[in-house]
Nanobody, 129 residues
Framework: QVQLVESGGGLVQAGDSLRLSCAAS?????????MAWFRQALGKEREFVAG????????YYSDSVKGRFTISRDNAKNTVYLEMNGLKLEDTAAYYC?????????????????????WGQGTQVTVSS
């Protein structure tokens, strides 16, 4: 079955950078599957962070991370990355990787959690002042 395993979280200071990874398994290739990152802060709902459809295709970002975070994927490794720069206190959350096969267009589509069938267990990112 499909499994997603996130890694790369940790405790950093405001302004620092961090790169999260999500390794997918259970299929020969995930290159045609949209992949995304969501996050959930303590006491808050899960929110969309970034999504990517193809390795050289469109990417989508929430307004809160646009310009600071970059999503990318390495289809040869079945891995998606989230490069996070200029981290802020409000970026503190558990970050989840997700994938699925419900295709659509635009941020509004890929920002919906119900687009994705498979989720990782999450990796914690804590930003301190």
């Amino acid at each position: 079955q499909v499994q997603l395993v996130e890694s790369g979280g940790g405790l950093v200071q405001a302004g620092d950078s961090l790169r999260l990874s999500c390794a997918a398994s259970g299929r020969r290739s995930f290159s045609s599957w949209p992949m995304a990152w969501f996050r959930q802060a303590l006491g808050k709902e899960r929110e969309f962070v970034a999504g990517i459809v193809w390795s050289d295709g469109p990417t989508y970002y929430s307004d809160s991370v646009k310009g600071r975070f970059t999503i990318s994927r390495d289809n040869a490794k079945n891995t998606v990355y989230l490069e996070m720069n200029g981290l802020k206190l409000e970026d503190t959350a558990a970050y989840y990787c997700a994938t699925g096969t419900r295709y659509g267009t635009g941020t509004n589509h890929y920002a919906q959690p119900n687009v994705y069938d498979y989720w990782g267990q999450g990796t914690q990112v804590t930003v301190s002042s």
